[in-house]
């Protein structure tokens, strides 16, 4: 990869490729990595400690300013994510507008593009928000409705894959058995299969089903308590 030249950035150096091509771990310093972890901590994103190590956790957190600013997610820091991280006009990541077309009134939205989901009540205020874990090629875009489906209950506390894994706070919003639920547990030892900081992103892929985080699974819980419209969208 040719690298065109470096300018400074506030107190780093940024090294400019040719746009959309990924700037390689060892492009960037240290000093420039913290810059950028300190920025995505700004903005909400949270990559972990500010250390300089543009690791797993870094990754993650690039995915969803990524996905927050309508870049391509990569995880990897290009030029143009860069460029985009330290504008001004930088989106955060942990609080979003509702998308457009989802329509009106109480309803879930998810946004299968953000990897993102909103709770907004009747008068269209966003309850809650937050990161998830989904699949899209079980999940397709459309309107669904919360319930009982297929002659299975609306809501199980402690549902089960069958094996060796509890889904939690289980609630069915399309057939069969498609819901949202925390992210599965081992039944073993009651620990997650992956970490609450993978939501949001692309990193995984559920069975079909909405993963969330725990206290997020509750909130959706109540908040389905009585039937509610789900909107998917891409």
């Known amino acids: ?37 300190t920025r995505l901590t700004k903005l909400g994103c949270t990559p972990g400690p500010v250390d300089g190590k543009a690791g797993a956790m870094t990754s993650a957190a690039t995915v969803r300013f990524q996905a927050a600013n309508a870049l391509s997610q990569t995880g990897a820091i290009n030029s143009t994510t860069y460029a985009r991280l330290l504008a001004s006009t930088a989106k955060r990541c942990d609080v979003r507008a509702v998308p457009r077309r989802t329509g009106t009134g109480r309803r879930i939205v998810i946004s299968q593009g953000q990897n993102w989901v909103w709770l907004v009540d009747a008068k269209g205020k966003v309850v809650r928000q937050g990161g998830i874990i989904d699949n899209p090629t079980y999940l397709k875009p459309g309107t669904y409705t919360s319930g009982a489906k297929c002659g299975r209950a609306a809501r199980i506390r402690k549902n089960t894959d069958g094996g060796r894994l509890y889904l939690n706070n289980f609630v069915r919003f399309a057939p069969c058995g498609i819901g949202f639920h925390q992210i599965p547990t081992y039944k073993s030892n009651g620990a997650q299969i992956h970490a609450d900081w993978l939501l949001g992103t ?33």
């Open 202 to 234: 692309n990193s995984k892929a559920s069975h079909g089903c909405i993963r969330v985080s725990a206290s997020m699974s509750a909130t959706i819980w109540s908040f389905a308590a009585t039937s509610v419209r789900v909107v998917v969208i891409r």
């Open 1 to 37: 990869m040719r690298i065109l030249t470096r300018i400074g950035v506030g107190t780093a150096a940024l090294a400019v490729v040719v746009a959309g091509t990924t700037i390689p771990a060892d492009a960037l310093t240290v000093t420039q990595t913290k810059a950028a972890q």
